[in-house]
């Protein structure tokens, strides 16, 4: 179903997809502030410098906006945003698994295969929500209540991050969280088919 509320588009708050595709963004995202805040921290505990944790930051920031100028070039290709979707997402399963088998030996494939799939998954978070609706209202409207929610929810991911360190030896867990996290996002992206549109009520805002 369509949302066209017109230029008074109301928050879609009672759709249900709505708020899916809000825990969608946020976890994502998610994923994104866990590793800023503490793939650096992570990699000084296991005695790495800080000059050389620092570089692997630097290093998967590059990727990331790599891989976000590569979506931006090839989505047009994928009217069916499952098939990289699934792709991303277990490029990000892949490089938190490196970080929790063998994050020394495997620190430059963790690097890039979670920077391509943070980077990438970011735009496609915001271009399949906006598949959900035709109108500009409408993409604003679910636009501004998935990111609004969605960062409330990522801004949470470094701090249970750093419980989880305070009550435990290694940041290792904090990764487990995190790939569980994904593996709920691939569950979530299987229902992402073409064509589905946001089902809200015609509501303007007075």
């Known amino acids: 179903m369509d949302v066209s509320g017109g230029a008074g588009a109301s928050l879609p708050v009672g759709s249900g997809r709505a708020w899916l595709l809000m825990v969608f963004f946020g976890i994502g995202t998610g994923a994104y502030t866990l590793v800023l805040a503490w793939l650096p921290p992570f990699y000084t505990e ?18 990331e906006v790599l891989a ?32 929790i088998v063998a994050p020394a030996q495997l620190a430059l494939p963790a690097v890039i295969l979670l920077g ?63 790939a569980g996290g994904v593996i709920v996002l691939l569950m979530i992206a299987v229902r992402f088919a073409p064509g589905a549109r946001l089902a809200s009520p015609a509501a303007k805002i007075a």
């Open 46 to 63: 296991l005695g790495w410098s800080a000059a050389d944790s620092g570089l692997l930051l630097g290093g998967l920031t590059l990727m």
């Open 116 to 178: 391509c799939g943070i980077g990438a998954l970011f735009p496609l978070s915001l271009i399949v929500s906006m598949d959900h609706v035709r109108d500009p209202a409408g993409a604003g409207a679910l636009l501004g209540f998935v990111q609004g929610g969605g960062y409330i929810i990522a801004s949470s991911m470094p701090f249970i991050a750093g419980l989880i360190r305070q009550h435990s030896s290694s940041l290792a867990q904090a990764w487990m969280v995190m």
């Open 68 to 99: 976000g100028l590569v979506i931006s070039s090839v989505i047009h290709r994928f009217p069916d945003r499952r098939i990289l979707l699934l792709s991303v997402l277990l490029s990000v399963l892949a490089g938190l698994a490196c970080l």
